[in-house]
């Protein structure tokens, strides 16, 4: 085994940077953790055994959670690496994070306004 001098360095260069994790990995690495049990109880149902309604209910609705998580999860980590590469490229620029779609005009769902037919009443 060889000997590290004090001050030695064991690899030198410069470090690699990392990869910007999502807070959202949290909860999803719980879920993860209950995953298997929520498979196999949504495996023995399509399979023909009896299973509590309840517990199908829940295992169902654990999956749909980690499938969502997961690509909010890589949404927010994709959106995290395009603002480092932007700032790292050096421009001084305002970053514009798009919300939706901008051409398309917001308009309400409900109107409370009188329609005018043209030449006055509407007949039936």
Same mark, same amino acid.
């Given at each position: 085994?060889? #000997?590290? &001098?004090?001050?030695?360095?064991?690899?030198?260069?410069?470090? *690699?940077?990392?990869?910007?994790?999502?807070?959202?990995?949290?909860?999803? &690495? &719980?879920? #993860?953790?209950?995953?298997? +049990?929520?498979? $196999?109880? =949504? *495996?023995?149902?399509?399979?023909? *055994?009896?299973?509590?309604?309840?517990?199908?209910?829940?295992?169902?609705?654990?999956?749909?959670?980690?499938?969502?998580?997961?690509?909010?999860?890589?949404?927010? +980590?994709?959106?995290?690496?395009?603002?480092? *590469?932007?700032?790292?490229?050096?421009?001084?620029? +305002?970053?514009?994070?798009?919300?939706?779609?901008?051409?398309?005009?917001?308009?309400?769902?409900?109107?409370?306004?009188? =329609?005018?037919?043209? $030449? $006055?009443?509407? +007949?039936?």
């Amino acid at each position: 085994m060889a #000997q590290i &001098k004090k001050g030695e360095v064991l690899s030198p260069g410069p470090r *690699k940077k990392r990869r910007p994790r999502s807070e959202l990995r949290i909860p999803l &690495k &719980k879920f #993860q953790e209950d995953f298997e +049990e929520a498979y $196999g109880v =949504v *495996k023995d149902s399509l399979g023909g *055994k009896d299973v509590e309604k309840e517990q199908l209910t829940t295992a169902k609705w654990m999956i749909d959670k980690m499938i969502a998580l997961n690509s909010s999860a890589i949404a927010d +980590e994709m959106k995290k690496v395009q603002i480092r *590469k932007t700032l790292d490229d050096g421009s001084s620029e +305002e970053i514009e994070v798009p919300l939706g779609d901008e051409e398309e005009e917001q308009r309400p769902r409900f109107s409370t306004t009188m =329609v005018v037919y043209p $030449g $006055g009443k509407k +007949e039936d």
